[in-house]
C-alpha cells in the first residue's frame, strides 16, 4: 500500500521535527514547506493526501490563514491547522477558508495522530472508486449521487469539499431527522469528536451559500435550534 503523504507547514524546527518523527514512525510520507511559496511550489509538484498547518511562524512573516486559503484552492485534500491561539473567531475564520481541523496546543500526540487519521479515513472514503448502492435525489433541484460522489443544483454541478459533501450525504440519507449535533459530528468527522459545534455551523453555512436558493432562508438544511439540523 502507498503510504499517505502528508505536507508540513511551518518554520518552527521543534514543532516540524517532533510531527515530522511521530508521523515517520506511522508509515507515513512528510514533507516539509516553511512559507507560502514553498508551499506553493510543493503543492504543484505533487499531490498530497494531507496538509498540517502550523498558524504560529516564530521567524517569518507569514499570514497563516492566507496560506490555507491558498492550498484550498487548488486541493480538495483535508487541511488541519494548529495554532496556541484557541479562540472561536480563529477557528472559525480558518474553517472559512478551507480547515477541515483545528486542534489547539499543546495536545497530545494520541490525539493528534487520532486526528491525522481521521482525515486520512474520509479523505480515502472521498477518492475510493467503490460503487455505492443508491443514488440520492433528494428534491426538485438537488440531486446527490452517491456512485461518483457529485452533487447537481439545477443540473450545475456543485464544488463541494470531501468533508461538505459526508456532511450533506449524511443529512440527507437520515432525511426528516433531527440529528443531533454529537451524532454529525461523530460520523462525519469521526469518533474523537463531538463538541466541536462551531464546525457544524461554519459548514452548514457553506452548504447552504452553495446549494440552497437562498441561504438566509433554507429549503433543505433546517435548524433545530440547541439540538442538531434536520434534511428536509
Same mark, same amino acid.
Given at each position: 500500500m502507498t503510504p499517505a503523504k502528508i505536507l508540513l507547514i511551518n518554520d518552527e524546527p521543534n514543532i516540524l521535527r517532533t510531527l515530522r518523527r511521530n508521523l515517520n514512525s506511522?508509515?507515513?510520507?512528510?514533507?516539509?514547506?516553511?512559507?507560502?511559496?514553498?508551499?506553493? !511550489? !510543493?503543492?504543484? *509538484?505533487?499531490?498530497? =493526501?494531507?496538509?498540517?498547518?502550523n498558524l504560529d511562524?516564530?521567524?517569518?512573516?507569514?499570514?497563516? !490563514?492566507?496560506? /490555507?486559503q491558498q492550498v484550498r484552492k487548488v486541493s480538495l485534500a483535508p487541511i488541519i491547522v494548529l495554532s496556541t491561539v484557541g479562540s472561536e473567531k480563529i477557528k472559525i475564520a480558518a474553517l472559512d477558508l478551507g480547515a477541515d481541523d483545528y486542534l489547539v496546543m499543546p495536545f497530545s500526540m494520541g490525539e493528534f495522530l487520532a486526528?491525522?487519521?481521521?482525515?486520512?479515513?474520509?479523505?480515502?472514503?472521498?477518492?475510493? =472508486?467503490?460503487?455505492?448502492?443508491?443514488?440520492?435525489?433528494?428534491?426538485?433541484?438537488?440531486?446527490?449521487?452517491?456512485?461518483?460522489? *457529485?452533487?447537481?443544483?439545477? $443540473?450545475?454541478?456543485? &464544488?463541494?469539499?470531501p468533508t461538505e459533501? =459526508?456532511?450533506? /450525504?449524511?443529512?440527507?440519507?437520515?432525511?426528516?431527522k433531527v440529528i443531533? &449535533?454529537?451524532?454529525?459530528? *461523530?460520523?462525519?468527522?469521526?469518533?474523537?469528536? $463531538? =463538541?466541536?459545534?462551531?464546525?457544524?455551523?461554519?459548514?452548514?453555512? *457553506?452548504?447552504?451559500?452553495?446549494i440552497e436558493q437562498d441561504s438566509l432562508h433554507p429549503r433543505h438544511i433546517l435548524t433545530e435550534p440547541g439540538v442538531g439540523y434536520r434534511f428536509s
Open positions: 506511522r508509515g507515513y510520507e512528510v514533507s516539509i514547506a516553511f512559507d507560502g511559496e514553498e508551499t506553493q !511550489l !510543493l503543492v504543484s *509538484q505533487s499531490e498530497f =493526501d494531507l496538509y498540517i498547518l511562524f516564530s521567524t517569518v512573516n507569514v499570514d497563516g !490563514l492566507a496560506i /490555507c486526528r491525522v487519521r481521521s482525515a486520512l479515513r474520509r479523505w480515502a472514503t472521498y477518492r475510493t =472508486d467503490k460503487p455505492r448502492k443508491v443514488n440520492l435525489i433528494v428534491s426538485d433541484d438537488l440531486l446527490i449521487d452517491s456512485d461518483s460522489r *457529485q452533487v447537481t443544483v439545477n $443540473g450545475n454541478k456543485i &464544488h463541494l469539499t459533501y =459526508d456532511l450533506l /450525504c449524511y443529512l440527507a440519507k437520515n432525511e426528516g443531533r &449535533h454529537r451524532e454529525l459530528l *461523530q460520523s462525519v468527522w469521526g469518533t474523537e469528536y $463531538g =463538541d466541536e459545534r462551531e464546525y457544524l455551523r461554519v459548514f452548514i453555512s *457553506q452548504l447552504r451559500r452553495k
